[in-house]
Structure formats: C-alpha cells, structure tokens
C-alpha cells in the first residue's frame, strides 16, 4: 500500500541552488497537489494538476515550476532557492471532481520532504 | 470561498470522547464538509465527510447541525496516538468538471493526556 511517495525526505540546500521534488502515487487518481506548510500554519497550495498534461498554480506558486510527467508522477522545482522557501512539502493526489459522481473521494498525502535552504 | 472557524486548541484526557467544533455559517448548500487529521511529522489523512446528515465511520463520527452552519467532529474514545491538527474543511460538490482545491487553516490541535 504505497499510496503516495515522496523523495527526497530532508534536503538541505544552499540559496541559489535548484532542485526537484519528486511525487508519485500508485492510485490512479487523476489530480494531484503540491503544497507547503510553515511551522505552526496550515497547508498552502502551491500549483496542482487537474489530470495529466495541465497544471494550474494555486495559492503560492512563485518561485517554484511543476511538471505533470504522467499520470502517476508530479514533480517540483525550485529553480533558485531560497530561505523562504525553507518549509515542509506535502504531495497529494484524489480523484477529478465529476458533477453527480461519487466525487467526494478523499485526498491522500505523502509524508512530506523536508527542506532546509540556509 | 465559505470558511470555517476552529478553536486554536482542545485537551482530552484519554479514553474520554472528544468533541471538536467547526463552524462554517457561510457555507453553501453544495459544500460537503470533510475533516482531515494530521499526527506530526506526517501528511494529513482524510477522516470523515459529510453534507447534511450524521455521519459514522471506524474512526469518528460526524455531527451536522440542522443548518449546517457548524459541525462538530466527535472521537468516542480518545487515544494518546489520537493527538493531532484536527482541519474542518468545506468541499465545493457544485461544480461541473474542475479540481477539489481545499483549503486547509491552521486547525485544532488536540492534545490528549494519559
């Protein structure tokens, strides 16, 4: 029961320096998530794809580019780090809401990549 | 977008019934409501939804006011491994095509002592 997996699970970088999340679920759920979370906050939505091959930014999306590279796998970027951008990334994928589908599926979560930008 | 109000914090002492409140006067007449938890340093897990009625499954059930302006989250027996950041949050179900995009607040933090 993998569900949704996350790599790295700590990453500590330099500012300025680029790196990829990577994100993979074995659901076959058509949307999936990024977020990132600050300590003592909730979730913020960073970008999203809605199925694959679109992707749509959410609530925080500068700084940070995403590719929908098939169904199953949503990766982040940071192209130039920074200590802002130092926060706790959570993945998450849940089926595309349909009009008088049994839309309301849940969302599952991976369990996050730490990251570190001094 | 309706929001929700969670107190910031609740305590228990274990194996007493929890009662989390949510309130959401703003909410719409398609908006479901679903708590997540999240135990730390993991990723928030769905609990339970719902939209007008009571609600139960093996890990809580769901209590909706007659207006649906709150919810109350209930645990029946509190657990130490039940300490999390309990997130009441509304689900548009109105929309044709589209995305889920929940928001998620700050929470309520429960802690549980032994």
């Known amino acids: 029961n993998a569900g949704v997996t996350q790599t790295p699970k700590f990453q500590v970088l330099k500012t300025g320096q680029s790196m990829t999340l990577q994100c993979a679920q074995d659901?076959?759920?058509?949307?999936m998530y990024w977020y990132r979370q600050d300590p003592g906050m909730g979730l913020r939505l960073i970008y999203y794809s809605a199925s694959e091959g679109t992707t749509d930014k959410g609530e925080v999306p500068n700084g940070y580019n995403v590719s929908r590279l098939n169904k199953r796998e949503f990766s982040l970027r940071l192209e130039s780090a920074a200590p802002s951008q130092t926060s706790v990334y959570f993945c998450a994928s849940g089926r595309l809401f349909q009009r008088g589908a049994n839309s309301n599926q849940p969302q599952h979560f991976g369990d996050g990549t730490r990251l570190s930008i001094l | 977008d309706a929001k929700t109000t969670q107190p910031n914090s609740m305590e228990s002492n274990e194996e007493e019934p929890v009662h989390l409140p949510c309130n959401h006067s703003?909410?719409?007449?398609?908006?479901?409501i679903h708590w997540y938890r999240q135990l730390p340093s993991q990723g928030p897990e769905y609990v339970i939804h719902g939209l007008t009625s009571n609600v139960n499954n093996r890990m809580a059930s769901l209590a909706i006011a007659e207006d649906r302006k709150s919810s109350t989250l209930i645990l029946h027996r509190a657990t130490l491994r039940d300490a999390a950041v309990y997130y009441c949050?509304?689900?548009?179900?109105?929309?044709?095509?589209?995305?889920?995009?929940?928001?998620f607040g700050r929470g309520t933090s429960l802690i549980v002592h032994p």
């Open positions: 659901m076959n759920h058509n949307s």
């Open positions: 703003t909410i719409s007449g398609t908006d479901y």
């Open positions: 949050i509304l689900r548009d179900g109105g929309r044709t095509g589209g995305s889920y995009i929940p928001t």
